[in-house]
Every structure is written in C-alpha cells, then in structure tokens.
T-cell receptor, first 109, second 110 residues
Framework: RKEVEQDPGPFNVPEGATVAFNCTYS??????FFWYRQDCRKEPKLLMS???SGNEDGRFTAQLNRASQYISLLIRDSKLSDSATYLC??????????FGTGTRLQVFP | DTEVTQTPKHLVMGMTNKKSLKCEQH?????MYWYKQKAKKPPELMFV???????INESVPSRFSPECPNSSLLNLHLHALQPEDSALYLC?????????FGPGTRLTVT
C-alpha cells in the first residue's frame, strides 16, 4: 500500500464548477499535511497547509481528518488557470515530505 | 520572497562526463533538499541538509554527490550517470516545515 494515495484523475470540469480531491495516508504518526500544485514541466508550488480545524484561502478549502487519515481539497468556482496537478503531501517530521502521485485537474471553458 | 534559484535550467551530458547542479536560496532557511522527478511521477527525495550537514540520504547511488558549501548554497555533483538518471532535478529549502522548490534542472543523459 502506498504511503499517500490519491485518485490520479483526470478530473475534467467546466469553468465555475466546484471540484473536490481526496487523499489518504497510511502512517498515523504523520505530523504535517499540505497541498501543492504543479503545472506541466514546472516545479511544485505550495498551495496551502492543512489543519484539523480546516483552512480556507479564497476559493480553496482544505480539511484534515486524523481519525480517518484523510485529507481533502475543495476548489470552488473553478478557473481555467486552476488546471494543474494537485499533490497531496504528508510529513513525518519537518524535513521529510511524502508525496502522493497527484490528481490532474483540467478546467474547460 | 520565497525564491529558490537553480542553474542550469537544462543540461545534456554523456555517461562519462562530470557536471554539477547548483541551487541557491537567500531566505535564511536552515534546510535544503535535492529531489528527482520523472515524468508523470511525484518528486522523490534524494538528500536533505540541515544546518549545512547531511541529515538524510535516501540510499542514492554514489554517482550523485551532494555538497553544501554554506547555508545558502547546495550543489549536486554528477559523475558516470546512466540514461535512466535523466529527469527533472529539483532543489528545495524550508523553514518551519514549509518547503519551497526551485524551478529545477532538466537533465538528459546520453
């Protein structure tokens, strides 16, 4: 079983749609959780950290459920520029990140 | 400013060549990393330096040799690479658990 699992997609959604990505992790000792976005042939960029209390940044909402070892990302009012691969990332300590395989999102007009 | 810079952007090298990848950050981050990323795969951790000392080596072959000359610089020395080592090599730095990536060096081994 992979340490961090994501549905690879692709998710094809129209502009303005709401889309949700899920991620599960296997190690209950995981301490920190993040979503990164990666555009084709570019580096991963930190999108947001994820907390049990949930956190929101504009159209993006992330949620962590430690009991179920489950992380989610919700994107509201999708834009064409949201098209990218979204990487779920888990850390056991502050230095070592474990990346999921990524979920590809394609937003169409 | 969360900028990590890497040079060169692209590198083509033969299997007998020796080359180096360079990474720089001026954010005062204590930790720096090298990752390798193949197409359609997530980044794989290679090395971690914390306070200029190697703290993690993910069983990387010795043909990859990291070096941290100071707290702002990280190098990756390459020697006798194989074609399967062709990939995007990403540098990152972090403070307080948040990692920021450079744009990467796209390496092709011929």
């Amino acid at each position: 079983r992979k340490e961090v699992e994501q549905d690879p997609g692709p998710f094809n959604v129209p502009e303005g749609a709401t889309v949700a990505f899920n991620c599960t992790y296997s190690n209950s000792a995981s301490q920190s959780f993040f979503w990164y976005r990666q555009d084709c042939r570019k580096e991963p960029k930190l999108l947001m950290s994820v907390y049990s209390s949930g956190n929101e940044d504009g159209r993006f909402t992330a949620q962590l459920n430690r009991a179920s070892q489950y992380i989610s990302l919700l994107i509201r009012d999708s834009k064409l520029s949201d098209s990218a691969t979204y990487l779920c990332v888990v850390a056991y300590n502050t230095d070592k990140l474990i990346f999921g395989t990524g979920t590809r999102l394609q937003v169409f007009p | 400013d969360t900028e990590v810079t890497q040079t060169p952007k692209h590198l083509v090298m033969g299997m007998t060549n020796k080359k180096s990848l360079k990474c720089e950050q001026h954010m005062g981050h204590r930790a720096m990393y090298w990752y390798k990323q193949k197409a359609k795969k997530p980044p794989e951790l290679m090395f971690v330096y914390s306070y200029e000392k190697l703290s993690i080596n993910e069983s990387v072959p010795s043909r990859f040799s990291p070096e941290c000359p100071n707290s702002s610089l990280l190098n990756l020395h390459l020697h006798a690479l194989q074609p399967e080592d062709s990939a995007l090599y990403l540098c990152a730095s972090s403070q307080s658990g948040l990692q920021y990536f450079g744009p990467g060096t796209r390496l092709t081994v011929t």
